[in-house]
């Protein structure tokens, strides 16, 4: 019988898809819950009635628990520091998006993980929707040639689930991050295909937008990276909350091009790819589309998970990892900053007058020293002297009754079941809760 993965997962809802997978699969289980929120613990509770789970809202216990690895489906902002005391309670660690806040944890997590030897995966889930990670295996099988240029876009309109992803707080990441923050679902597919180290960046900012100032965001509309990569290759990542969403990348190569299908064609979005490509690199065969539904052998039971089936294979990789799988395919630390320090220094370049910006290489420990006590960011008790503004232009003020609105939207919302409901909290497919 195959030896079954022990796992603790903080994060009672946006959790709920690695819970699922783990009382699903054949090679780990849900051993521990943890979230300071009392009622998601208790609907966790409810719903896995008869399953042998711990539940804990104190996280410095739920750590004491006897599991090996821990899963952070926490705040967006926060995943590195708990990253670093897991780590140090010898777990290893599978985390959400995104992997640090600011360059001093950044550098605190990479030492950590060496120092420690634990195993640490970024799940970055549009990596592994079905056409991006088929471009991944067409890049590694050089069937595209070598990279040249690429795009990825995640435009996602949160307004009208913004009460039930922010809860009216208006310390809530999601109401103070900067545009450029969330990169790693537009930029992290393209890094991954190539495995090329992003070394330049140039940020664009979108503007002020009255919808998002109506929920209590104050960032930019949207952001876009401009991204200069190690053999000169060029990706543009555009993601944010642009009103029609969109899901979609391409990838040309010097023997041709690569894509997904938008989302307007109705082609079946990012599980379509259309492969235009011939082997003459520069000599011009013939030009032929090949259109196709990649196929993979777990697609049969990924299909009930969130992000076109691709929470599952995130969470396949890791614990096939842990189990010394060595085809397991996961995102270690280095890629994660690969895909995530972009956009920080994205950000640096849109308040510095849109000059390029230089992306260090932290996997080599001459180039840490420069970051390791640089705390910007936009949470003042974080970021101490070295506080950002959530927009260029400066941060905005919000009026209090913004934010008691959307917490009564919220609290309606939850009381009614109708966000909450058994079927959010127990599939793979999370009804509100993308990350």
């Not at 030492?111 to 991006?132: D, K, L, Q, R, V």
Request: hydrophobic content about 35%.
């Amino acid at each position: 019988m195959k030896r079954k993965i022990r796992i603790g997962v903080i994060g009672a809802y946006r959790g709920t898809s690695m819970i699922n997978y783990c009382t699903a699969a054949e090679n780990a289980e849900v051993v521990a819950i943890c979230d300071k929120w009392e009622e998601g613990l208790n609907k966790q509770k409810e719903y896995n009635k008869g399953l042998d789970i711990a539940y804990y809202d104190n996280y410095d216990d739920f750590l004491k628990h006897d599991m090996d690895a821990v899963v952070l489906a926490n705040y967006a902002n926060e995943h590195a520091p708990f990253a670093i005391k897991a780590m140090k309670a010898g777990k290893h660690v599978f985390s959400e998006v995104l992997p640090v806040q600011t360059l001093k944890e950044a550098v605190e997590l990479i030492e950590t993980i060496e120092e420690t030897g634990m195993t640490y995966a970024y799940g970055e889930n549009y990596c592994y929707m079905p056409a991006p990670y088929e471009m991944r295996r067409l890049y590694r099988e050089g069937i595209l040639g070598e990279f040249e240029y690429g795009e990825g876009e995640y435009v996602h309109n949160c307004e009208s689930i913004w009460p039930s992803i922010t809860y009216g707080d208006e310390s809530h990441w999601r109401n103070n991050m900067f545009s450029t923050y969330y990169c790693t679902h537009s930029l992290g597919p393209l890094i991954h295909i190539t495995g090329l180290r992003p070394v330049k960046v140039t940020g664009f900012e979108g503007t002020m937008n009255q919808r998002k100032l109506n929920v209590g965001a104050k960032g930019g509309l949207y952001g876009i990276e401009m991204v200069e990569l190690e053999n000169g290759g060029i990706i543009k990542s555009i993601h944010g909350d642009l009103y029609k969403n969109s899901i979609w990348y391409t990838c040309y190569g010097s023997k041709g091009r690569a894509e997904s299908a938008r989302e307007d064609a109705e082609k079946g979005d990012v599980s379509q790819i259309y492969v235009n490509v011939d082997a003459y690199s520069g000599e011009y065969g013939p030009n032929k589309v090949d259109a196709y539904i990649p196929h993979r052998n777990f697609d049969h039971i990924s299909e009930s998970f969130g992000h076109g089936g691709s929470d599952f294979y995130t969470m396949y990789n890791f614990v096939e990892k842990l189990l010394g799988n060595p085809e397991a395919d996961i995102i270690d630390i280095y890629e994660a900053l690969d895909m995530g320090l972009p956009g920080l220094f994205a950000y640096r370049s849109i308040l510095a007058g849109g000059i390029p910006m230089e992306i260090p290489n932290l996997r080599l420990k001459e180039e840490r020293d420069k970051w390791r006590n640089d705390t910007a960011c936009t949470v003042p008790a974080v970021a101490g002297d070295m506080l950002l503004p959530t927009f260029s232009k400066g941060t905005p003020q919000i009026e209090p009754a913004v934010y008691e609105r959307v917490y009564k939207e919220w609290r309606q919302e939850f009381e009614s079941d109708s966000g909450y409901t058994k079927a959010a909290f127990t599939q793979g497919q999370l009804k509100k809760t993308e990350e």
